[in-house]
């Protein structure tokens, strides 16, 4: 009745289910949120990352979980916190919660090495003075050295914060990556301006790219924009053993999915069924290059 009554008088609108349970969650959600950002109520799953070349974990993905069942997923907990002008909370929740989940797994000898640590941060959010320095005092310098802060697109982005925020991570020697390159907002203009350590190449170009020749191109010329100026790429969402041997034939550094691990709350060592197969398509794209 809202939606209709801000239409213009005397149009005739067929009632659309979508419409309704996506309003109806806006309004039902705001209590939710108030709840879930105020009590902590997530926690972070790990995806592993795994690097091509020495076919060992590089690095997880710290992945947010709602603790509440009004939220099906991340992108549920950002839509209602746009609608609220709540995304700041949200930026300052995610950066000290991973961090924090990420330390604990470390301090408990469950993560070993020296893997890096993803965090996705708001491209249109950036956390006051205040908070980033008490979150600079929570974690020390050596944690900071193996953070990767990746600037999602799912957002406009703020160039005055993102600048920011790469003068911050710099200054404590962790990295940039751009997240779902080829899908948001700007992928081409972000990427010149941010000059990232790692792009990483979302699932709508690397879903079926060994079927698909634009798709493949597509990798090609990002591949040779990024070695030209230093910066690894990382495919994200290989799902099938095709993929994977594609993406590592074109030469990325770095591989996100579920052919190499799913998201889960315990680290779990990648299968070494799906290694060896890494390895070989390694070998296969190394003895290529050198033939040329």
């Not at 493949?216 to 990024?226: E, M, R, T």
Request: hydrophobic share 40%; glycine share 4%; net charge negative.
């Amino acid at each position: 009745m809202y939606s209709i009554k801000h239409t213009e008088k005397g149009n005739v609108q067929e009632f659309e289910k979508a419409t309704y349970l996506e309003n109806s969650f806006l309004i039902s959600g705001q209590e939710a949120l108030d709840r879930l950002i105020y009590h902590h109520l997530v926690k972070f799953a790990l995806q592993p990352i795994l690097q091509v070349d020495t076919g060992t974990v590089y690095g997880y993905e710290m992945l947010m979980r709602s603790l509440i069942s009004e939220f099906r997923s991340p992108l549920d907990i950002i839509r209602m916190a746009r609608s609220q002008s709540k995304l700041y909370e949200i930026e300052k929740l995610t950066m000290f919660k991973a961090a924090e989940t990420f330390e604990n797994l470390q301090k408990s000898g469950k993560i070993c090495g020296n893997e890096k640590m993803f965090i996705n941060s708001i491209a249109s959010q950036k956390m006051s003075a205040e908070d980033e320095e008490a979150f600079h005092k929570r974690f020390d310098s050596t944690f900071l050295e193996r953070m990767v802060l990746e600037i999602t697109e799912s957002e406009p982005c703020n160039e005055e914060f993102t600048r920011k925020k790469r003068e911050s991570i710099k200054a404590h020697k962790g990295l940039m990556a751009i997240d779902d390159y080829g899908s948001g907002y700007n992928s081409e203009s972000l990427l010149i301006f941010l000059s990232p350590d790692i792009v990483k190449v979302d699932i709508c170009i690397v879903h079926d790219i060994d079927k698909d020749i634009n798709r493949q191109n597509v990798l090609d010329n990002l591949i040779s924009y990024a070695k030209q100026r230093g910066i690894k790429v990382l495919a994200e969402g290989v799902e099938t053993r095709e993929e994977m041997e594609v993406v590592v034939a074109h030469g990325v550094d770095y591989l996100q999915g579920f052919y190499v691990g799913k998201a889960t709350f315990e680290v779990i060592p990648i299968d070494e069924a799906i290694l060896e197969t890494v390895r070989l398509a390694y070998k296969t794209y190394t003895d290529q290059t050198q033939n040329i």
